[in-house]
């Protein structure tokens, strides 16, 4: 399954440059946050696929105007062509707006799906906005990462955790690596390629 990674930054070529059949090879887009509702409603209506997210802390307007035709998968676990998706958006509290939590909110939110978790022996992809604590954060207050994410990958095992929220312009690695989880930052667009019945 070939699956476009995106996240906070708009790619020129997927919209304003847009041309017909770009997205014909995908089988389904995840969005990590911080991206217009307008960009994703695009991509779903080109693409033909699903279009699954999370939210971003600047998508302060998604809750009035969501995209259009995409699914929000914030605290829940789907199931889509054989892998197994959860949705954990926000990003550290840094400013009081809405989608950012503590470390006390997000590991309270990690525990709710761990029956959902259960129930469907396991979870391949963790789509988040912010990165696992020292895994592709930044030293800034606004752009540090969730401490309570590394015992969820301890616990959980994910082939994947896609985030967004800090740059590539950062200096940040696209890729690192956690006790055999891919830690993929989405930032603009990545594409990832994954066998559904080997993940499981």
């Not at 991509?43 to 971003?56: E, K, R, S």
């Not at 789907?78 to 400013?95: D, M, P, Q």
């Not at 799906?113 to 020292?134: E, F, M, S, Y």
Request: with cysteine; aromatic share 10%.
């Amino acid at each position: 399954m070939k699956i476009l990674l995106v996240s906070d930054v708009e790619e020129p070529a997927l919209w304003d440059y847009y041309r017909p059949g770009r997205l014909k090879e995908y089988d389904m887009i995840l969005s990590a946050g911080d991206l217009k509702a307008e960009y994703l409603s695009f991509l779903v209506t080109m693409a033909n696929v699903p279009v699954l997210y999370v939210h971003g802390n600047h998508n302060t307007s998604y809750d009035r105007f969501p995209p259009e035709g995409c699914d929000c998968i914030e605290d829940k676990l789907v199931t889509y062509k054989g892998l197994r998706i959860l949705g954990l958006g926000g990003s550290a509290v840094y400013s009081g707006g809405p989608h950012q939590y503590t470390e006390r909110q997000m590991a309270r939110r990690i525990r709710r799906l761990n029956r959902a978790v259960k129930k469907a022996h396991g979870v391949d992809i963790v789509l988040t906005h912010c990165p696992p604590k020292g895994l592709g954060d930044a030293d800034d207050y606004a752009h540090r990462g969730f401490e309570s994410f590394l015992p969820m990958l301890d616990r959980w095992k994910p082939k994947v955790l896609v985030h967004g929220h800090v740059h590539l312009r950062y200096g940040i690695p696209r890729e690192l690596s956690y006790n055999g989880t891919r830690i993929i930052n989405a930032s603009g667009r990545f594409v990832l390629e994954m066998d559904a019945e080997s993940a499981q």
